[in-house]
């Protein structure tokens, strides 16, 4: 996973466009509204995307709105993206920035 990950993130760079990430623990390690929403609070965003291992999984419903309602609260003006796979992040976000 950390190699898609990193595979889709290079692809930030041969836009020349930047990219910062905001893993979270999905096992409830992190204190997800704290580490987002200092996330989200460094500067704006012009698009914020919420990765398919968050939303793939039915027990983290309660944990995906929790993220969702954070990026409304902190980066309302950012756009929201969705990618398939952790290689596709790129593209997503590209659907939305300019």
């Not at 990219?19 to 914020?48: F, K, M, Q, Y």
């Not at 993206?81 to 790129?90: K, Q």
Request: hydrophobic share 45%; glycine share 10%; with cysteine.
């Amino acid at each position: 996973m950390a190699q898609a990950i990193e595979a889709g993130l290079a692809k930030y760079a041969e836009h020349g466009v930047g990219v910062e990430t905001c893993l979270i623990g999905l096992d409830g390690s992190d204190d997800v509204a704290a580490v987002v929403g200092n996330a989200l609070r460094a500067h704006p965003w012009e698009c914020v995307t919420i990765g398919g291992g968050l939303r793939h999984s039915d027990d983290q419903v309660e944990l995906l709105e929790l993220v969702i309602n954070l990026v409304r609260r902190h980066a309302p003006d950012a756009a929201i993206a969705f990618n398939s796979t952790a290689a596709t992040t790129y593209e997503a976000a590209a659907r939305w920035i300019k």
